[in-house]
């Protein structure tokens, strides 16, 4: 993509040699001309965002500066924009409109950046394509016949199609992960808590933060993430840590005993484990300090189902979980979580799939009945959600990051894991991840 990067454009427009109104105008043309075969930007706001442009040059002009200086972006539609709609893809919801920013954007306006619109999601941000009733399907910005990713589909194709280079989106099943693998971007899932969700509530609530989900950027470049990792953090991000010899420890993983991994993505794995041994880091398959997945899975899979279904109306029969079971739950997230920190005392990251397929077909099935053919082999499409848990349940940071391309020219990401707060090291290792597998291609 030909398109400079946020922090280009910022250094641009800092430097004299254009304008944010300019920028925000080039990005709305984008939007017009690259949007209508991929409906990602499915809010638009161009009256106010040229306002806001014209009034930020005039506040540059006298002075003024910021990390985000006249980035034009759009965000995920689940985020509150005062004067927007948020429906989180309900028809029921489609007259909400929102009267306050959320803190996240209220950040990213202060930092600089110019909201141009919001971007698609599946209904109750629940499932990995990005299709509802009231905006309609998003496609995948490489190829259209598959789906986008969800549920921050519209996020990363608005990122991916060069129409704006940064968004935000969240991540509680593999929400910012999977879109911008499926889309061959970047995206970080911060360290829970780091980033303040407040506005990112379902629509006309004003709820306690949910648990196990995280708010977080995609971009097209490392760099970008940072920096909008550090508008938005409520604390200061502690620097990336790299061994003291120089060198990455690295546990590389390339399957799952839950869920099927496509043949493309295990080989891509393994040459990139290869390729960082050469370059002198410590590359191990497999580790004894390695919590027992399929057991994370369980506590996990039960947790998530519990927060995803929070206000949804009960099946005829069911109960609400006991509050007993709930603190369970927790006690065995706790414990989990310090199974990762010891194992992390010995590795700098984890390196995984960030899902087991490349972007599928759009799927209109139900998640409960979906089927999924990884290479030939019927499988059951929940199981996938194992592999954004293993960081999703321990509350760890995780960073997406492409690492090569399938047989059908579609990208393979895979998500660079690391210890709690240690969000800048993740995105440091996968850069260097990046840099490595596509160092002679």
């Not at 946020?6 to 043309?29: D, P, S, V, Y």
């Not at 409906?39 to 540059?60: F, K, P």
């Not at 949910?210 to 409520?234: C, W």
């Not at 899902?355 to 929940?382: C, K, S, W």
């Amino acid at each position: 993509m030909t398109e400079p990067t946020a922090l280009a454009t910022a250094a641009a427009i800092r430097a004299g040699e254009t304008t944010a109104l300019a920028e925000t105008e080039a990005a709305l043309a984008r939007i017009a001309e690259r949007d209508g075969a991929l409906n990602a930007v499915v809010v638009r706001d161009g009256d106010r965002a040229r306002a806001a442009a014209a009034e930020l040059d005039r506040r540059i002009a006298a002075g003024f500066d910021a990390p985000l200086l006249g980035v034009p972006m759009t965000i995920k539609e689940s985020f509150d924009v005062a004067g927007l709609p948020t429906t989180f893809g309900f028809a029921e919801h489609r007259g909400f409109i929102a009267r306050e920013d959320a803190v996240a954007v209220k950040r990213l306006k202060a930092a600089g950046a110019i909201l141009l619109g919001k971007t698609n999601v599946p209904p109750a941000l629940s499932d990995l394509q990005s299709n509802n009733p009231v905006y309609g399907r998003t496609n995948n910005a490489i190829d259209p016949t598959r789906v986008a990713g969800g549920s921050s589909g519209g996020s990363a194709v608005a990122v991916a199609s060069g129409m704006v280079p940064l968004e935000f989106g969240s991540d509680i099943g593999g929400s910012i992960r999977v879109p911008a693998a499926f889309n061959g971007i970047w995206g970080h899932k911060p360290t829970w808590g780091v980033l303040p969700a407040d506005g990112h509530y379902f629509p006309g609530t004003d709820s306690a933060r949910t648990a196990l989900s995280v708010i977080g950027p995609l971009a097209r470049d490392p760099a970008d993430l940072e920096v909008a990792l550090g508008v938005v953090a409520d604390h200061p991000l502690a620097p990336a840590h790299q061994h003291v010899s120089g060198t990455w420890r690295v546990l590389l993983l390339t399957g799952h005993p839950l869920a099927r991994v496509q043949g493309a993505i295990v080989t891509a794995l393994e040459e990139l484990g290869e390729r960082m041994a050469a370059a002198g880091a410590h590359v191990d398959r497999t580790s004894p300090l390695l919590p027992d997945l399929a057991h994370q899975h369980a506590g996990y899979w039960q947790m998530l189902n519990i927060a995803m279904s929070r206000r949804m109306p009960l099946p005829d029969g069911a109960t609400p979980p006991a509050l007993e079971d709930w603190l369970h739950l927790h006690d065995e997230q706790a414990r989990n979580q310090r199974a990762w920190r010891r194992l992390f005392e010995q590795y700098d990251v984890v390196i995984a799939p960030t899902i087991g397929m490349t972007a599928f077909a759009h799927d209109d099935t139900p998640l409960a009945t979906r089927r999924l053919d990884v290479d030939g082999e019927d499988t059951q499409f929940f199981h996938q959600f194992a592999f954004p848990g293993i960081a999703t349940f321990p509350m760890l940071p995780a960073t997406s990051v492409r690492i090569g391309t399938d047989r059908d020219g579609l990208p393979i990401g895979v998500q660079v894991i690391a210890d709690l707060f240690a969000d800048r090291t993740a995105i440091a290792a996968a850069r260097t991840a990046h840099e490595l597998s596509w160092s002679d291609r």
